[in-house]
């Protein structure tokens, strides 16, 4: 497996960082699965872009009042590392080679045989397959900029970066453990943000396939905000101007009809398909899209996964805070 299921330290932080807030989550126990406390701060324009640091001050000092109002102090933090950053692919590596090798192997065909949209890259890799000739693998790469910034994010606020992840890792690691997909299943998870849409194949419990999609035109400043008047704890969004949105899910739905054919006969050449879809994120309109998606793809299951989990209080977690739970699921 590419992950394991079960986390071993409840006493780390999770973090999840994006365009336009700051989610933090503390597991209390996985088994039962129960959530000790969680929140979210909202992000001014400027301080994110496309997952890149571009005010690491103002950053810090949100993070450090987060940590702050919840007495934390020199903890060990996991992350989600940000999605329009992350290559993710198979690789075939000879066969000879040790697993302590490969990844210097990696660093020597960077250009000739593997082929990155960035330079200076960090790598994680998993073994898929080993044949009489060579080995397969699934590459894990990531700009050594973007996460030396992180780094150096949580060494200002006192935080010791431990685990890194992706996002859809993490969501498929709590749909794992919520019983909605099996390792038979070849599902296709759709990450619905609030300004760009991530899609996933995951294959015998693996990814295959990422993808990340920008949603032209609905930037932070395209949306109105408020704080959660019950709880205090996070916020509602809303599309001042939603026609723009529907615009996009329009061509949403064309680019998953594409991937579920480009599966099926690119990768799989007609032997294998999508057999199920699952749509995650935190964008309130994400019912809308399942809508669209079912109209047109009406042969699959396709589903807006929103399982219920609760705090030690009692209090449902938002569907929006699945992401950071499955990463506090993540095994160290």
């Given at each position: 497996?590419?992950?394991?299921?079960?986390?071993?330290?409840?006493?780390?932080?999770?973090?999840?960082?994006?365009?336009?807030?700051?989610?933090?989550?503390?597991?209390?126990?996985?088994?039962?699965?129960?959530?000790?406390?969680?929140?979210?701060?909202?992000?001014?324009?400027?301080?994110?872009?496309?997952?890149?640091?571009?005010?690491?001050?103002?950053?810090?000092?949100?993070?450090?009042?987060?940590?702050?109002?919840?007495?934390?102090?020199?903890?060990?933090?996991?992350?989600?590392?940000?999605?329009?950053?992350?290559?993710?692919?198979?690789?075939?590596?000879?066969?000879?080679?040790?697993?302590?090798?490969?990844?210097?192997?990696?660093?020597?065909?960077?250009?000739?045989?593997?082929?990155?949209?960035?330079?200076?890259?960090?790598?994680?890799?998993?073994?898929?397959?080993?044949?009489?000739?060579?080995?397969?693998?699934?590459?894990?790469?990531?700009?050594?900029?973007?996460?030396?910034?992180?780094?150096?994010?949580?060494?200002?606020?006192?935080l010791e970066a431990n685990v890194a992840d992706l996002s859809s890792l993490s969501t498929y690691r709590l749909l794992y453990e919520r019983q909605h997909t099996t390792e038979k299943e070849n599902t296709l998870l759709i990450e619905v943000k609030?300004?760009?849409?991530?899609?996933?194949?995951?294959?015998?419990?693996?990814?295959?396939?990422?993808?990340?999609?920008?949603?032209?035109?609905?930037?932070?400043?395209?949306?109105?905000?408020?704080?959660?008047?019950?709880?205090?704890l996070y916020y509602q969004y809303e599309l001042k101007n939603q026609e723009v949105l529907y615009v996009q899910f329009r061509d949403v739905v064309k680019e998953i009809e594409k991937i579920i054919n480009f599966y099926r006969f690119t990768i799989h050449q007609g032997d294998r398909q999508i057999t199920q879809v699952t749509l995650v994120g935190d964008n309130p309109y994400i019912d809308q899209l399942l809508t669209l998606v079912k109209d047109s793809i009406p042969s699959l299951p396709i589903t807006h996964f929103a399982d219920r989990i609760y705090t030690t209080k009692n209090m449902a977690v938002p569907s929006k805070f699945h992401t950071v739970l499955g990463l506090a699921l993540k095994e160290v």
């Open positions: 497996m590419a992950f394991t299921l079960f986390r071993q330290n409840q006493a780390d932080v999770s973090l999840y960082i994006s365009n336009y807030s700051i989610q933090l989550l503390e597991l209390k126990s996985t088994n039962p699965l129960i959530v000790n406390r969680f929140v979210e701060s909202y992000l001014p324009e400027g301080v994110m872009m496309d997952g890149s640091i571009k005010d690491a001050e103002k950053l810090s000092m949100i993070i450090d009042q987060c940590l702050s109002d919840w007495g934390l102090k020199k903890k060990k933090v996991r992350f989600i590392t940000p999605d329009s950053s992350v290559s993710v692919r198979k690789v075939k590596v000879p066969l000879e080679l040790r697993e302590d090798e490969i990844k210097g192997y990696l660093y020597l065909e960077l250009g000739n045989t593997i082929h990155l949209p960035f330079e200076e890259p960090v790598f994680d890799f998993v073994l898929l397959d080993e044949t009489e000739s060579e080995k397969e693998i699934l590459l894990f790469a990531a700009p050594e900029k973007v996460m030396k910034e992180y780094t150096a994010l949580f060494d200002r606020v006192k609030l300004d760009s849409i991530n899609f996933s194949i995951f294959e015998q419990l693996k990814p295959i396939f990422t993808r990340h999609m920008q949603l032209d035109g609905l930037a932070a400043r395209e949306w109105a905000y408020q704080l959660d008047q019950e709880t205090q």
